[in-house]
């Protein structure tokens, strides 16, 4: 049984982190049997490469097992503190003949000349760079640094892969854990497997384990910890909460929902994903750039992050808020839809098929607009797309009525 008041006081992450490539967790397109870094492993080689993903996703503990598989001189640096010459002076003190993996944590951090320092080291085969970053590295690292390196994506993990990380921890600790306590853990982890020892660590210290209740673990993540159920009913409540108060052009409360996510920790793309979202859904045609602001504020947030990125999501929001709504489009798929349950797939009109000979080419014509099948006939005067007159779909409007009038043989 090992001693839980482990004298190093090293966090539990530290304590079981894997050593072997057989040990990590996850990452299976990485390190499984057809993985690119297995694959090159098994040769004992390995290629500079930046490690990109969410935080708690195994891209520091990958780079030290692949400096231990290849025995590789492993030389550390902190993006935060570190300066170009204390690369220089690395290159210089701490190189060796074989080989010498440079590993830089958060290299986003770095500025343009603290990348570009590494790219004669690089080209001379001197060092290998193995970094990681959370931020989107086709905004955050300079193209000559890229164009040496491979980007490899790191994913969230699976639910799989976060109980076989608590089942380690309990094992450490020799405890056991009901499973709905598991599922606590897993919701609030959310992918991260360095959180999910951390929330493990917090239940075992603060609870009797035998004894606590799902609820009691749950209030006190929330209000202690500060942080929530990211797949549970919080996190889809705060998100029906923001998309209602869009919906309801309510700009005070959407920027308030915005911060409660935010503020618990709730990635701030999930926020922009119902964003996307409901720019199609509930605003549709009424203001045709609303799509592009919400695309836009994504794009921005990718680049900042946070906190800056905030304020991108924020003006997005606000724009979503006040602009006019329409669910036309949402409601002209539907129709689309019900019309394809009810008739089931059409074959396609002759004159639009590949091989017609009889398709009117709409350019030949001086008006372009010509009576001509483009629907099956079986629902040839089926009305699917039908618009309001909120916003600019009223002059939309006016236009498909008199498209309509010209094109449709039963019109």
Do not use: C
Not at 35 to 56: C, T
Not at 73 to 102: P, Q
Not at 108 to 128: A, C, D, V
Not at 290 to 312: F, H, M, Q, S, W
């Amino acid at each position: 049984m090992t001693n839980i008041f482990d004298s190093s006081n090293r966090p539990l992450y530290e304590i079981i982190r894997p050593k072997k490539i057989d040990d990590f967790y996850g990452q299976n397109h990485l390190v499984g049997e057809n993985g690119v870094i297995a694959k090159y492993l098994e040769k004992n080689r390995i290629f500079s490469s930046i490690f990109y993903g969410p935080p708690g996703t195994g891209k520091t503990t990958l780079a030290k097992i692949i400096a231990r598989k290849l025995n590789a001189n492993f030389v550390y640096f902190n993006a935060v503190e570190t300066s170009i010459g204390d690369i220089r002076k690395a290159v210089k003190r701490e190189t060796s003949t074989g080989l010498n993996i440079f590993f830089v944590d958060e290299i986003h951090k770095f500025n343009k000349k603290q990348q570009m320092i590494f790219l004669p080291y690089l080209e001379s085969g001197q060092i290998k760079l193995l970094a990681t970053t959370t931020q989107n590295p086709n905004y955050n690292i300079i193209p000559p640094l890229k164009s040496r390196v491979k980007i490899l994506k790191f994913n969230k993990l699976e639910d799989e892969t976060i109980t076989q990380i608590i089942e380690d921890g309990l094992k450490y600790f020799d405890k056991t854990l009901r499973e709905e306590h598991k599922k606590i853990i897993i919701n609030y982890a959310d992918g991260d497997g360095r959180f999910a020892l951390f929330l493990l660590e917090e239940i075992i210290f603060h609870f009797d384990i035998n004894k606590v209740g799902v609820e009691e673990i749950r209030n006190h993540f929330n209000k202690n910890l500060n942080i929530k159920d990211t797949k549970g009913d919080f996190y889809y409540n705060y998100l029906s909460a923001l998309h209602k108060s869009l919906r309801g052009s309510d700009a005070d409360a959407a920027v308030y929902w915005i911060t409660v996510m935010i503020e618990t920790g709730i990635d701030p793309r999930a926020i922009l994903r119902r964003m996307l979202a409901f720019a199609s859904e509930d605003v549709g045609l009424a203001d045709p750039n609303a799509l592009g602001i919400v695309k836009n504020a994504y794009d921005t947030y990718e680049i900042l992050g946070l906190p800056e990125g905030r304020l991108a999501i924020y003006e997005a929001a606000i724009y979503l808020a006040i602009t006019p709504k329409s669910n036309s489009v949402y409601e002209a798929g539907n129709r689309a839809k019900e019309i394809l349950d009810k008739y089931g797939i059409q074959d396609v009109p002759s004159n639009i098929g590949s091989d017609t000979k009889s398709y009117k080419y709409p350019h030949n014509y001086d008006d372009y607009l010509i009576k001509q099948d483009y629907l099956p006939e079986k629902i040839s005067g089926k009305d699917i797309v039908k618009f309001n007159t909120h916003g600019k779909e009223k002059r939309f409007k006016k236009r498909w009525e008199y498209i309509k009038s010209k094109i449709k043989k039963n019109d």
